[in-house]
């Protein structure tokens, strides 16, 4: 079972995410750079505080709560020991470019919780051979949205169907890490649909997915969890392919995939 990472903090949602297996709760403190970054795109800027992560540790008996910080800067001690202190039990750096950025900030969290690198840049996909051995990393996800705008691609599942997440996965796999990949939408929905994204990650051996924020609307928790259980279902009936039939979804994907980026004119 993959783990479904529900960004959050909300106490009712993340109460709910405790009641169902195999769901990661995920608050996300990071602000450095991103709204530049992302600017005049329909994406998802954070608004949680620190505080936040207290009050989501306190519903929570089963999940597990990752926090995505800031890269790394002079005031990450002091960011690490805060959510350490509030209850993280794995802590996220992201856009980082090089393998001292990764273990600088590895040495700072000092094995206490597991370190989950997001790989997001042209640098670090280039120096991924550098960095993947460093002491204390539990896990590698690559952030498909800040990866395609770094490579130059006008969708965000472009790397997926060049192939620049094979040896990605391999490596992480070889090392006994774990990997995970960019956002999902609901089964049916998307550009590229939940249900083809997820195949594309079960192929890989991904052990983790976003859940991308349409999941969680108009405050409906029933549907959400509907929504979780048919990516659930959908994830079943995946596992079960051959490896024929795996081959023969991954390159009709590829192609979809093509077909989606050829028609935007610009970066997605």
């Not at 989501?56 to 999940?63: F, N, S």
């Not at 539990?138 to 952030?143: L, N, T, W, Y």
């Not at 040896?167 to 089964?187: D, H, S, T, Y």
């Amino acid at each position: 079972m993959m783990d479904f990472i529900q960004i959050t903090n909300d106490p009712a949602l993340a109460r709910r995410c405790d009641e169902l297996p195999g769901l990661r709760v995920f608050v996300d403190l990071e602000r450095h750079g991103k709204q530049a970054r992302q600017a005049g795109r329909n994406t998802f800027i954070s608004s949680h505080q620190m505080d936040d992560v207290a009050r989501i540790r306190e519903v929570l008996t089963q999940a597990r709560l990752m926090v995505r910080l800031n890269p790394l800067h002079e005031g990450s001690a002091a960011e690490i020991e805060q959510t350490i202190a509030r209850g993280a039990d794995a802590l996220m750096l992201p856009m980082f470019r090089h393998a001292d950025e990764l273990a600088a900030f590895c040495a700072l969290v000092a094995g206490r919780v597991p370190v989950s690198a997001l790989l997001e840049t042209r640098d670090a996909l280039a120096s991924l051979p550098q960095w993947v051995a460093t002491s204390g990393l539990a896990e590698v996800f690559v952030g498909l949205n800040d990866l395609h705008l770094s490579l130059g691609c006008r969708f965000m599942f472009e790397p997926l169907a060049d192939g620049l997440l094979e040896p990605v996965a391999q490596a992480a796999q070889a090392r006994g890490l774990r990997f995970g990949f960019g956002g999902i939408a609901r089964v049916d929905e998307g550009l590229l649909p939940g249900q083809d994204v997820l195949a594309e990650h079960l192929r890989l051996g991904s052990c983790a997915v976003i859940l991308s924020r349409t999941f969680f609307r108009d405050g409906d928790l029933n549907a959400w969890a509907q929504a979780v259980q048919a990516l659930r279902q959908s994830e079943a009936r995946l596992q079960a392919r051959s490896p024929v039939e795996q081959a023969q979804d991954r390159a009709r994907i590829a192609a979809q995939i093509a077909r989606i980026a050829a028609g935007m004119a610009g970066g997605a």
